[in-house]
Every structure is written in structure tokens, then in C-alpha cells.
């Protein structure tokens, strides 16, 4: 029962992360409580050392031997804790040692001052049972500052009983004057240290649970979003987490930006017969060169489509040079995909192309969905137009283009091409009612 009771840990579904980190909070909390208690004992140790003596003493006192033995077993309790983790029954066995000796000092009281025994249970040293019940706090764990608590009750008990049997029952009195200016024994005094150690005890413990509680939610909660954060661009992230009041669904900003379409050509060609890891991973080879590229020129990947991609700029946060911006990833994309589809073909033996398209102009910002889900996304005319000219780059054998335009919105941004861009006016486009001129990008 004890093993359990002292073992136990909150209840809740704890991630293994999560316990883990626990566990490191633990001992380094036990090594801190280590160093407090040597702390304490080296200080009063040196008090006693220098401090007067009363005059009034009749015998050595064994104060400085019990502060030796205390200081000694806490430099050994800490030396371990240093070496590995502690277990809980020598923690609980430790923890009963220290009451146990600040008790045998209280005892020897009445044999230093040649008193009867209840002269003892006056003895002011009382009060530090509360700094070991205080100092289980910092372990951050409810169950030992209860069980310092109750050990201390359950000496005090003891102690008060062995007191009783060793004066006799005449010690006792019902007086309080008799109690305050004797070495009577007040039993209501007795109850009130009993009651005080037990509710100080309960108090702190439920103090120390509600506080674990509280990180133990903020630590999921932390884990949860981490693992979250994987599937949300920070940008979202952030307009989410930083909206004032909870996201809706319809909630959305008008914002010029621009898109950038991928699509991998001859893919569900490959993908046909072929082992399903050996597909992904082609796909996962690919968005590890893309994502960084995006994100290097301030972009956001919105929807992995597939074997397709849709990544903005300027949607997400406001930019003042989303149409460069997307330009420059298309550029470096197209550069970096000739190298992929190379070293893909020479792996695989089948060739794969990747085509893109980029275009800007104003777009909607929005949450979409219900109660239960939301998602932001892009809505507009560009978000459509970069869809419709990925397609086109088939028909004009072509591997990213982008409209006259957005090139013109990019230039007025700093866009600066590294070779010459091929212009094709009047292209019927399909899904367009109107002629586009379009520039080849790559």
C-alpha cells in the first residue's frame, strides 16, 4: 500500500514526453530540496557553534551531534542524487529520518536541563517540522508534503504518549497557567500542534496539486501544439493563437497576394504497380526541397495537393512584396526541380517533371468550416488563375509561368530575373474568357 501510495503519480493520460520530463523535474527538484536542507543544517550547526550557550544547562547538549548526523545523511542523500535518480521508498525512509531526528533533539531537551520529560514538548524547535513539510513542496509532487505532514503528526503523537507514560499521568493539567509557567502537559496544547502540522500539511499539498495540475495541462498543451504546429505554418499559427477572441467560421481579411501552384508531371504514371512507401517518399523528396525555398522568400506551403502544392505569399501576414517574393520561389524551384527530377530518374528510371505557376492580385483571407473544424484558406481570382496556368504549361511545354501582370506587380517589387523572360501574348488559357499574356518564368 505504502509503495503504491508513494509511487503514485496524477491521473490523466500522460504523453511519455511528458512523463519523462517529470521525472528530470523530479531529481533535480530532489537535488535542489538537498541542497536547502545542507544549507539549513550547515547554518544552524554554525549558530549553535558560535551563538552563547544558556547558562542555565545542566548537561552537554546533543544538539550539535543530531545537527552533525543531519548535515552528514544530506550530503550523502545528495551525493546520490547527483548519481542517479532516488528511489521513492528511500525518499519516504529519508523523510522519516529527518522528523525522526529533529524529534530526538526536541526529546533530549529534558536531559540537558535536568527537567521531566514534558519539559520537552515546549521546546520552540517545533517549528522547523513546517520547513520540512515546506521544503517537500519543491518536489512538486502532492503526496510528500502529506506524508511529511502525517509523519510529523504521528511523531508528535508518539512523542506525547511516551511523555505521558515516562511523568505519569499527574502531568497532565487542564490549566493553562499551569501549562505556560510548569512542565505540565496541556493536552489541548498537544492537539492544536497535531492539527496545525496536519491542516498547514493538507493545505500545502492541495496547493501543490492544483499547481501540478495547471503544468500538467500547459505541458500537453505544449506538446500538443508542437505536434500541431508540424501540420499549421506559423503564420497561421499565429493568426489563430493571436486573434483576440476565438476564430469563426466566415472570419476573413481581404489582402493582396500572391500564389504559387506545383504540380508533378507523369506522376500518376509512376505511381501505378509501384510500392506505396517508395511514392510517398518521392513526394516527401521533392516538398524537402520546396518547403525551404518557399519559406526562404517569405512564403507559406498552404495545401500539400497530392502530387501537387499550393504555397502563398502575403496571404497569411501582410508583405509588401508578395508578387517578388513569389517569383523568386518560383524561379529557385524550377532551378532546384531540374536537379530532383535528374537524380529521381537515375533512382527510379522514370522521368518526372515538375510544373508551377504564379500569380498575384487581391484574395480573401479566410476560416472555413464548422464548429467541430476550421481551416484557413485562400479565395480568390489569382488562387484560381495559377491553378488554370499550371495546367497551361502542358500546352505551351512550358515548366512555370506566371501572367504579364503579376511580372509587372513583381518588377515594381524588386523582382530582377537571372536570364530574360520569354513573353507569349495573347494565350487563350483554359477556364479564362479573355486572352492572358503570360511570361515564361522557366
Known sequence: MLRRLIAARPSGAVPDRIAA????????????TGWVQLALG????????VAPKPIDAMTDSLVPIGLGIYVFLTMLRLSLSRRRTLPKLFLFASLVVDIALLYGLIWSFHLQYHQPQAFSLKAPTILYVFVFIALRALRFDPIWVLLTGLCAAIGWVGLVFATIAEDGRDAITRSFVD??????????????????????????AIAVARAQKLVLRTAREQVERAEIRRFLPAPVEAAITGSNEAVVAGEGVERDAAMLVLDIRGFSAFAAGRDPKEVVATLVSLHAIVAPIVEKHNGIVDKYLGDGLLATFGAARPSETPAADALNALCEIALAAQTWTEDQAAATGFRLTVNGAATAGPVIFAALGDAARLEYTVIGEAVNLAAKLEKHNKVEGTAALTTAKTLEAASAQGFQPQERLRHLPGRHVAGVGEPLRLAVVA
Open 42 to 49: 550547515l547554518f544552524l550547526l554554525g549558530l549553535y557553534l
Open 179 to 204: 501549562y505556560m509557567n510548569g512542565t505540565k502537559i496541556l493536552i489541548g496544547a498537544e492537539v492544536d500542534k497535531v492539527v496545525v502540522m496536519v491542516a498547514v500539511s493538507a493545505i500545502l
Open 21 to 32: 520530463d517529470i521525472v528530470r523535474f523530479d531529481a533535480k527538484s530532489e537535488k535542489l
